[in-house]
């Protein structure tokens, strides 16, 4: 074993070794990966081995498509077969809400290269006869499905990483980790001691006990999972042997159970609501090659239902009972990435489905590793999208809840209720007095929309529009025509101080920094030139004769925006950054009384030129200390005041008590993100993402390329230079009682050259090959960096839907989006439609926004 070496890594699962062969790939060669036992010997020996392209979160599904494409690869390197079954499968629908929701997988899969297509349940059975179609109404086929060996695979990428020079030493574990002055790493195993510069926790079950050794509480939990092999079938023989093909894989909603052939039988699987976590506390190092006791009475509910479904399988001997720990995160999607407040520390670990999504990881985290950056977006995966509220005991209560409802919907206007409340504010329990309904925001509860008096706070959930309807219309009418407030606790905010704080905000953001007083608003990008952030920035007066900047973001991106800050903090100390998460909450008041009732609250004036749109000021409101920002996220004449929450009660009573004499009314955050569309304003990680430049976002204004040499300047001007391929667009869209809620795909009439674009999301998008065939299916996933898109008649699909819903006081069904450059500015009705839950509706861009395009009322 070597004594020094450029990276470790820890787990020899499929994770841990498509990690060291994707380090190995990229041309790091002085690599280890240190396994406890064997090869395999955690979650990946006893795993289905299933694996499939489809999944909720575009951008997770590309790097799925490419690890089910990368498997010819290292077989064909390491001479080892994984067995691969690519036998195609279904999903099945049981009611209409389950069918929409296929629906809206299959738009996805449009723009992602996907072949998928919607079918009947008689189509479904004759590829998979053991099902009763009665039972459902419809399914949905992915012919690139299927199964393969999960040691096999293992073997595979590992004997692939050592021939390309990376080193595997086995039945040594890991026993600490220290951190040296420098940055570089000690790990320590039982066969001594390894200096690496950097660590990779790819620890499967024990990725919670390696995070420890250096401080961090992961939120991973292993949950016991079952499935069952039948006896060889008749029925499965025959259709092998009459058809000449494997019977496909079949996922079943309603059962939540998954089913596929195995040999001359049938594995079936199960997420079952009576779900069992395993060591939730600590994960036993001697734990190996072994199972967990079955426990078929657990598992009996999904069973009867899927006998009942599937009555070809009801008949068939159980084989064997397998029982076996899988890690899982609370959203059920892996950690990836570095960890924030750590040098080198990395993870790629919570991987669950590991034969879908390993190949994935370990290329994105070699990319960032070697070139620092993943090279795809992958915030679904990245580890910073938690923050310190996801303890040991809200990751166990999560991680079981999301374990339950693995195949059930998730509806767009879906609060789940596990672990919560979490994080409050000192207005929550004057919230729910208020009839608020609640929602979670980066494990803080905040008010959503507000029922009427004597109704149920409670979400319908639905893909149609639902009974917030109303009451958020209501909402928006009253703050547009009056004033209104809303809690906006759940921003970001940060304290930029010392000497250097002006000159280390110009290095990292693309904006110029505001005089004392002022605010401004600016993008962050990356050295590539893709926007990793977007903030509202004030310069407040100095202390102690130093600089000081406030600042507010996505709070979502506290974690993921820190690590980008600490990375690039002058070593001089000349800077400090405190993120105050809650210890800073805030109250937001617009519309056009707003001015009237802010001036009731304070002893300064306010007027127009008293306090100027884009001002910041430090003043008492209603008696409190407050930092008053003049800007909303409305659109409209409008105020954020922040205050420390000791402060919180007694700033919303005075606003209350103020409030009164102009119609004041209290408003959620869906009447704010109403609000935002009706302005065309973007909002973070879904029209803004690490995918797009600036220019393709249509931030143009606020990206200052003479200012300085900031991060990414020279990426961003050669955008500028060359014009961005995509432009962000809002669309009015002739909905009906649907809106768009993301990722829906945008066609448009042919009859133009729309040019080339670039992949949605980075990749997989419809193509077509050089005599302009469209290629679909598996061989759409293969590569090609540009697409023109589906055709249908005179129809192709050109770009995909970032987020949109109802404008409540222009009363229009918008969405936002990207398409390509050249048709950005084509408002011609007819052009394009947006399909919306397998409808194809109407849909015009309008360039300017449709609530005061001239944006006099915010600067009146």
């Known amino acids: ?60 599904a590309k790097l799925q498509a490419y690890t089910v494409q990368l498997y010819k690869e290292i077989e064909e390197i390491s001479g080892q077969s994984c067995s691969l079954h690519l036998t195609g499968g279904v999903m099945m629908a049981d009611t209409p809400e389950r069918m929409d929701f296929l629906r809206l997988a299959h738009a996805k899969g449009r723009y992602l290269g996907m072949d998928t297509e919607l079918i009947t349940p008689s189509e479904a059975k004759a590829m998979f006869p053991l099902m009763d179609e009665k039972n459902f109404v419809g399914a949905m086929w ?57 660590v990779v926790n790819c620890g499967g079950l024990w990725a919670r006990e390696i995070g420890r050794m250096v401080g961090v509480e992961l939120p991973v939990l292993a949950m016991e999972h ?52 395993w060591s939730p506390v600590n994960t036993p190092w001697d734990f190996g090659h072994e199972l967990l006791p079955p426990d078929i009475d657990r598992i009996a509910p999904s069973l009867e239902i899927g006998f009942k479904h599937f009555p070809g399988i009801e008949k068939a001997g159980i084989k064997q009972i397998i029982n076996g720990p899988f890690t899982f995160a609370l959203d059920g999607n892996p950690l990836v990435g570095p960890v924030q407040g750590l040098t080198n520390f990395w993870c790629a670990c919570a991987v669950m489905a590991g034969f879908s999504q390993g190949g994935g990881v370990g290329l994105a985290l070699s990319n960032w590793m070697v070139h620092g950056d993943p090279g795809f977006d992958v915030w679904g995966m990245d580890v910073a ?52 309904v609640m929602g979670d925001s980066w494990g803080l509860e905040t008010p959503l929309w507000f029922a009427p008096k004597g109704t149920e706070p409670t ?42 704080a002006e000159d280390f905000l110009n290095r990292l953001m693309t904006n110029r920094m505001p005089k004392v007083g002022r605010i ?52 001089d100390g000349s800077v400090r950054i405190h993120r105050f998460d809650q210890t800073l909450v805030g109250l937001s008041i617009a519309g056009p009384k707003s001015r009237d009732l802010l001036q009731k609250l304070v002893d300064v004036g306010v007027s127009t030129k008293a306090f100027r749109f884009m001002d910041f000021r430090e003043m008492a409101v209603g008696g409190a200390p407050c930092m008053v920002n003049r800007i909303t996220y409305t659109g409209d004449l409008g105020y954020e005041i922040w205050m420390a929450p000791a402060y919180q009660r007694l700033v919303y009573k005075a606003i209350k008590d103020a409030g009164a004499e102009f119609g004041l009314v209290d408003f959620g955050m869906r ?70 809620m993301g990722d829906e795909p945008i066609w448009a009439k042919v009859g133009k050259d729309y040019g080339t674009v670039e992949k949605p999301h980075g990749y997989g998008a419809p193509r077509f090959d050089e005599t302009g065939k469209e290629v679909r299916g598996s061989k759409a996933a293969e590569g090609a960096s540009a697409v023109r898109g589906i055709v249908d008649g005179e129809w192709r699909v050109v770009g995909w839907v970032t987020s949109g819903g109802y404008a409540h006081y222009v009363q229009k069904s918008m969405a936002q989006g990207y398409v390509p450059a050249a048709l950005a500015e084509d408002e011609s009705a007819g052009l394009f439609e947006i399909e919306i839950l397998g409808h194809r509706r109407p849909a015009r861009i309008n360039v300017e926004p449709p609530f005061d395009p001239s944006g006099e009322k915010m600067r009146t």
């Open 520 to 571: 401004v608003l600016t993008p962050m990008v990356n050295e590539f030139g893709k926007l990793i952030g977007d903030f509202t920035i004030a310069k407040a007066g100095p202390r102690n004769g130093e600089d000081r900047f406030m600042i507010w973001g996505s709070s979502a991106a506290q974690k993921y925006h820190m690590r980008w800050f600490e990375k690039h903090l002058p070593k």
């Open 226 to 277: 079952m499935y069952l092999l039948t006896e060889p079938m008749p029925e499965v023989e025959e259709f092998n042997k009459s058809t000449g093909r494997e019977m496909i894989g079949v996922l079943d909603f309603k059962g939540e159970i998954y089913t596929r052939q195995e040999r001359n039988g049938i594995l079936l699987g199960t997420y079952e609501k009576a779900c069992k976590p």
């Open 671 to 740: 009447a704010l993100l109403s609000m935002r569309l009706e302005k065309n304003f973007p909002t973070w990680f879904r029209e803004l993402r690490p995918i797009y430049g600036p220019f393709e976002g249509s931030m143009d204004r606020f990206i200052k390329l003479e200012k300085n040499d900031f991060i990414g300047r020279e990426a961003s001007a050669k955008e500028h230079a060359e014009g961005p391929k995509l432009r962000r667009v809002s669309f009015i869209v002739d909905a009906i009682d649907a809106d768009v």
């Open 459 to 500: 979400d319908i959930v639905s893909f149609h529009r639902s009974n917030d309807f109303g009451p958020i219309g209501e909402e928006v009418r009253a703050t547009r025509d009056k004033v209104g407030v809303t809690e906006i606790a759940n921003f970001a905010k940060y304290e930029v101080s010392g000497p250097g």
């Open 1 to 60: 074993m070597k004594s020094h070496v450029k990276a470790v890594v820890i787990g020899g699962g499929v994770v841990g070794c498509s990690v060291l062969y994707h380090l190995a790939k990229a041309g790091w060669t002085d690599i280890m990966l240190i396994e406890r036992s064997e090869l395999t010997s955690g979650s990946s020996w006893h795993a289905a081995g299933g694996f499939h392209t489809l999944n909720g979160d575009p951008n997770v």
């Open 385 to 436: 999208r938690f923050g310190e509220w996801a303890s040991l005991r809200y990751t166990n209560a999560k991680v079981r809840e999301n374990y339950s409802r693995r195949f059930s919907i998730r509806f767009p206007n879906e609060e789940l209720p596990a672990a919560r409340p979490a994080q409050t504010t000192p207005l929550y329990d004057t919230m729910l007095a208020n009839n608020a």
């Open 142 to 198: 992915d012919p690139v499905e299927g199964h393969l060996d999960p040691s096999g695979t293992t073997i595979a990428y590992s004997k692939a990483a050592k021939k390309l020079g990376a080193e595997i030493v086995l039945r040594n574990r890991v026993v600490d980790l220290t951190q040296q002055p420098d940055g570089t790493w000690n790990v320590v195993t039982e066969q001594g001691t390894v200096h690496a510069e950097h």
